[in-house]
């Protein structure tokens, strides 16, 4: 990697310093300029989010991992509809690659009609599965603007299936890997270059070809509706405009920030897979605030390994824009002025900004451990002023994604993600109510979990089950929102080769705040050789409706297997079960300050168990009936207390003794030194 490359990636997501020019033409903006015309640009780039969605076809593109966005001329955000915040961010960096590249080199150069393409993570994406198209938009032979258009598609011709490489030990193992270069000219596709991506895809190449045409359409629909604005508006209210979308992100910021307390605010969570081995990794974060400006450091994060769950610094930066834009700045125009005052500290060489060799198409999974540090850390800061009812230790993002490769039963190749799962997590509590159940994908709030019908009719599989988890929800005063069971059969094919990526099986990432308990962690389920579909053809109802009758309760023949919820490729048979169900969010609170009664209407609603209901709240009640007994209730919470007495020390003796623990050695291989996370080994990649 270049210094001039390492130098963008660091400095790429912020906004470049205006010109006299711009800052002149934002004086000049008249009386409701600013507000007719951001408004006009967020339709423009919703209207190029409905050709893409209209004209793609893989699950992550409907499902909503997407973004399209308007951008300036010199490259930075001004105007997206998502999706996801992390594309947003970082389409900023592959538009100025191609400014500092490409723009005076004769061999290239960027004119009006140019159609660029990319999905390098090593160019600023966030791994090779997003793939984006970006044209520069002209009027009266000035660049005045960016199109781009990004969408996750689940297949990258790689060593297994489905994009996500989890059996990855260095970037060679990852397929497809295009730093910005350009595929068509003069509004035209190279037909050429088209075939090369196809022949990349071979286990998709419908889905390559026509999802690289959707993103093109909408940059171009995208490039018409901006270029109609210049030429009615004129060139410079569209440079004053842009320029003021920015400041007025940036403006309320240092706002905010400045009246936030100073200080510094702290939290670690931790991963138990590098994607290859079962392992303790950790992340921490230090977050400062100091006047009006924020200070986030990932100091203390586990080093590099040689698995497949690495990320780079800018996709860490990414996922922190996930929670910034969503919590504490979720009210400002989503520009890249969000980030301006804002510095990400990123060591270099841990598991979150590994060398450029590094295996990084599963970087989701770990940027994901961004969302409950951030959520925690930030819920500290924001708890005793205005933003209170803000506070929420978001998710963990750790759905088991089952990506399928196969032949499906009309006979086409198919390979891609089973969107549901992705987007049904459970949302952590707040601090006046219950988080919210099975709500959606973290990396992307707009996401859509696609309907049964529609899996059931692209794929070769049947949903056993597919709803709400028992006793997934993180515990507390306030629950967190429940996971999702969701089970998947063989159906329709001879065989069908699946994956599946998660951070966690047996160590829980999402906290709960202030006392809540986290989130319960679940492992990897299936059956092989299942008599299931006999039974259905039998017409027997005596078949597994969740992960808890599927582990044993519900015996439906063949061999039962547990494991992590990290799985490279394997083949299941017609017939065959796997479980893809999802993490809850945290709690909040104190259990036993829960109300009883909604501890019972839980038990009721199927939201937890009775044994969870007696064992962590404390709640007596009668089954059958489903009535409280409210002094059996405060006699079980009273022992409860006083069990928590006996068990409570000096804190200056329970640091002394906890300081002096250790995990076994089998579980620190890739943690770094004990206990500070420094590198303790060299990593070889070939």
Avoid at 109 to 119: K, M, Q, T
Avoid at 271 to 291: C, P, Y
Avoid at 320 to 329: D, K, T
Wanted: proline share 5%.
């Amino acid at each position: 990697m270049t210094s001039d490359l390492e130098r963008l990636l660091a400095t790429g997501m912020k906004p470049e310093s205006p010109s006299q020019e711009e800052l002149e033409a934002v004086e000049a903006l008249q009386v409701g300029d600013y507000e007719i015309l951001s408004a006009k640009l967020v339709l423009i780039a919703q209207e190029g989010k409905e050709v893409m969605t209209r004209m793609g076809i893989s699950s992550m593109l409907h499902s909503g991992d997407t973004l399209v966005g308007v951008y300036t001329a010199a490259g930075d955000l001004v105007a997206p509809v998502l999706g996801t915040y992390l594309h947003s961010v970082t389409g900023q960096i592959p538009i100025k690659f191609i400014l500092a590249e490409y723009r005076d080199d004769p061999s290239v150069g960027v004119h009006e009609g140019d159609i660029f393409y990319c999905n390098e993570a090593l160019y600023g994406g966030i791994h090779n599965p997003d793939q984006f198209a970006l044209m520069p938009v002209f009027n009266d032979g000035e660049l005045v603007a960016w199109a781009v258009c990004g969408a996750h598609q689940a297949e990258t011709g790689g060593s297994d299936p489905g994009g996500e490489i989890t059996q990855a030990k260095t970037r060679h193992d990852e397929g497809m890997k295009l730093s910005p270069f350009k595929l068509g000219a003069n509004y035209r596709l190279s037909e050429d270059l088209l075939r090369i991506m196809e022949n990349f895809i071979s286990r998709a190449p419908r889905m390559q070809v026509t999802d690289v045409k959707a993103r093109v359409a909408a940059c171009d629909r995208v490039r018409v509706r901006v270029q109609e604005l210049a030429r009615k508006y004129g060139n410079r209210v569209l440079r004053g405009l842009f320029r003021r979308m920015i400041q007025q992100t940036s403006a309320g910021v240092r706002r905010r920030v400045g009246a936030w307390p100073d200080g510094t605010y702290r939290h670690v969570v931790f991963m138990d897979t590098t994607g290859h081995d079962a392992s303790l990794l950790r992340a921490q974060v230090a977050i400062t605030v100091r006047g009006d400006h924020l200070i986030i450091d990932f100091g203390g994060t586990s080093p590099e390994h040689e698995g497949s769950y690495n990320a780079f610094a800018h996709i860490i930066a990414a996922h922190c824009a996930v929670n910034l834009y969503q919590f504490p700045f979720h009210d400002f125009p989503i520009s890249s002025g969000m980030l301006e005052n804002v510095e990400i500290r990123v060591p270099k060489g841990s598991f979150f900004d590994a060398g450029s060799e590094a295996a990084v198409s599963c970087s989701p999974l770990v940027g994901a451990m961004v969302f409950p540090l951030l959520g925690v850390a930030l819920s500290k800061i924001m708890y005793s002023g205005e933003q209170r009812d803000l506070v929420c230790g978001f998710c963990t993002s750790s759905a088991s994604a089952v990506m399928v490769s196969g032949v499906n039963q009309f006979g086409y190749r198919v390979t891609d993600f089973m969107g549901y799962p992705l987007n049904a997590y459970g949302l952590a509590a707040r601090h006046d109510r219950d988080g919210v159940d099975v709500f959606g994908f973290p990396h992307g709030p707009w996401g859509k979990a696609p309907d049964v019908e529609d899996i059931e009719q692209e794929f070769p599989l049947l949903h056993l089950y597919e709803h709400e988890q028992a006793d997934t929800c993180g515990f507390g005063r306030y629950r967190g929102g429940c996971g999702a069971a969701v089970g998947y059969v063989v159906y329709g094919t001879r065989y069908l080769a699946f994956t599946s990526s998660q951070k966690e099986s047996k160590f829980p990432s999402a906290n709960g705040l202030f006392g809540g308990y986290a989130a319960t962690v679940l492992p990897g389920i299936r059956v092989m050789g299942s008599d299931v579909l006999e039974r259905m053809r039998g017409g027997t109802a005596d078949v597994p409706t969740d992960d808890y009758e599927l582990a044993g309760q519900v015996p439906v023949g063949g061999e039962l297997i547990l494991e992590h919820q990290t799985r490279g490729v394997s083949v299941l048979h017609e017939g065959d079960i796997l479980a893809a169900s999802t993490n809850g969010g945290g709690g909040y609170g104190d259990v036993l300050e829960r109300d009883p009664e909604a501890v019972v209407a839980d038990v009721r609603n199927a939201v937890i168990s009775a044994e969870t209901a007696r064992r962590v709240y404390g709640v007596v009640f009668d089954f059958e009936s489903g009535l409280l007994d409210e002094e059996g209730t405060k006699r079980a919470r009273e022992q409860q207390r006083q069990a928590r007495r006996g068990r409570s020390r000096p804190y200056a003796e329970f640091v002394a003794e906890w300081s002096a623990r250790r995990p076994p050695e089998e579980s620190l291989k890739y943690f770094g030194e004990w206990p500070s996370a420094a590198p303790n080994r060299e990593v070889v990649r070939i």
